[in-house]
């Protein structure tokens, strides 16, 4: 959906190494989130923000942090990024009230 | 533990016939079931969303259904076309927590032709 941009959309890093992905939008929606989709398994949440002051921790945020920067911002940081974080990164937002969720692209991560 | 199983993990078909995709889950408490569509490469795209009083929902070739009681949920697609070739994710939100959704891993579809 060209209306949830990621950048970017491929990384290739090493180990220990500082990563940001980040994510726009200009849907307008106050909720964000941060999932990782490994193969074989479900999409995970990560983080996740419903406005700007409020950030809250999904099922496995170990080794990540984020920044909403502003309502359109929303950034994943990998601070010391490790193999097993290699992964497909999706941001999605959604409305208050809604039901559906609209998903960037994808980010695909690999750390060595 | 809230869960969501899907089946099969792949399946292949011949263009222009028809396939089920299955789900059960063990969400509680219930919200509403959503199908995605995720092409390879892209992020995941909704298809239908039903919340619990709705059994059965249409868009297009694709037809969802629901038993609530069963807490079990169908993909149908209807003559397939090569484009329908992608992964197809069940997913539920839980009731009351803010929109949190757990996720089935997906069943990749390939139409031949």
């Known amino acids: 959906d060209a209306d949830v941009t990621q950048t970017p959309r491929n990384r290739i890093t090493k180990t220990g190494k500082r990563i940001m992905l980040e994510c726009s939008q200009t849907k307008g929606h106050d909720r964000m989130y941060w999932y990782r989709q490994d193969p074989g398994l479900g999409l995970r949440l990560i983080y996740y923000?419903?406005?700007?002051?409020?950030?809250n921790k999904g099922e496995i945020s170990d080794g990540y942090s984020v920044s909403r920067q502003a309502q359109a911002k929303f950034s994943l940081s990998l601070e010391s990024a490790i193999p097993n974080q290699t992964a497909l990164y999706f941001c999605?937002?959604?409305?208050?009230?809604?039901?559906?969720?609209?998903f960037g692209p994808g980010t695909r991560l690999t750390v060595l | 533990k809230n869960q969501v199983e899907q089946s099969p993990q792949s399946l292949i078909i011949l263009e222009g016939k028809n396939c089920t995709l299955q789900c059960n889950y063990t969400v509680s408490p219930f919200s509403n079931l959503r199908w995605y569509k995720q092409d390879t490469g892209r992020g995941p795209v909704s298809l239908t969303i039903?919340?619990?009083?709705?059994n059965t929902k249409s868009n297009g070739r694709y037809t969802a259904t629901l038993d609530a009681d069963t807490k079990q949920s169908s993909l149908h697609i209807t003559a397939s076309q090569l484009s329908d070739s992608a992964s197809y994710i069940c997913?539920?939100?839980?009731?009351?927590?803010?929109?949190?959704?757990?996720f089935g891993q997906g069943t990749e579809l390939s139409v031949k032709p």
């Open positions: 039903m919340t619990f009083s709705e």
């Open positions: 999605a937002t959604s409305d208050p009230g809604y039901y559906e969720q609209f």
């Open positions: 923000s419903f406005d700007v002051k409020d950030i």
């Open positions: 997913v539920v939100s839980v009731y009351n927590q803010g929109g949190k959704l757990i």
